[in-house]
């Protein structure tokens, strides 16, 4: 049963740039979140998928976006970069349904330079 | 507004000892989640223990144990008998259902544990 997974691993980036980070959910769920973990820090959310809609959004610029494909698997892109984007991204899978604990992936870690 | 604070930064235990960390929460939701996670060194979060808030009932699990205390908005976590692969950063965190999934987590600051051999 494969876990959650996200791609890729490390990532450094310059000012300005925009990136994409990608994850796939956990067999069986259908449901992504985001997570930016500043070091130091507890994750704070950026945003859900569900059906392919953004459903929650939390305190994050519009430079972060994302998306979710019919497989599930979803994007998150950030645009126009700063310095204080560099973070672990986290991605979590859940199913609607169940109202269960969320998996975790193994996030990607961010370098803005 | 919800919040969860972890008090304890840093601890550090001998190898053995008993470890208890604190979480404290605020919802002024009567329903609600709180969750313990472990996230080791590899970064990946693992899910430890999960209880709602009509479920005062603390439980043990193995080495585990957790008070949750609606009287005091606490739910602490209790490791005995530290072991050295027991050394990771703990976070408490608080889920309050919205509409549609309701997954928006909030995290504490989180709790680093070093147990030393």
């Known amino acids: 049963d494969a876990g959650v997974t996200q791609s890729p691993t490390h990532l450094i980036k310059t000012r300005g740039q925009q990136v994409t980070l990608r994850c796939s959910p956990k067999s069986g769920h259908d449901t992504v979140s985001w997570y930016q973990q500043a070091l130091g820090q507890g994750p704070q959310f950026i945003f859900q998928y569900y059906e392919e809609e953004e459903r929650q959004r939390g305190n994050f610029p519009d430079r972060f976006s994302g998306h979710q494909f019919p497989n599930y698997s979803s994007e998150l892109n950030v645009n126009a970069l700063l310095l204080g984007d560099s973070a672990l991204y986290l991605c979590?899978?859940?199913?609607?349904?169940?109202?269960?604990?969320?998996?975790f992936g193994p996030g990607t870690r961010l370098t803005v330079t | 507004a919800q919040k969860v604070t972890q008090a304890q930064t840093e601890i550090s235990v001998v190898e053995k000892e008993d470890v208890t960390l604190d979480c404290v929460y605020e919802?002024?939701?009567?329903?609600?989640?709180l969750f313990w996670y472990k996230q080791p060194p590899s970064g990946e979060l693992v899910f430890l223990i999960r209880r709602n808030s009509f479920d005062e009932q603390n439980e043990i699990s193995g080495r585990y144990s957790w008070n949750f205390q609606k009287s005091t908005s606490s739910f602490n976590f209790t490791i005995t008998a530290s072991q050295v692969v027991d050394s990771a950063v703990y976070f408490c965190?608080?889920?309050?259902?919205?509409?549609?999934?309701?997954?928006?987590?909030?995290f504490g600051t989180g709790t680093s544990l070093t147990v030393i051999p």
């Open positions: 979590a899978s859940s199913f609607r349904g169940q109202f269960y604990e969320q998996y």
């Open positions: 919802t002024r939701d009567t329903t609600y989640y």
């Open positions: 965190a608080l889920r309050v259902p919205q509409s549609n999934t309701g997954n928006q987590f909030y």
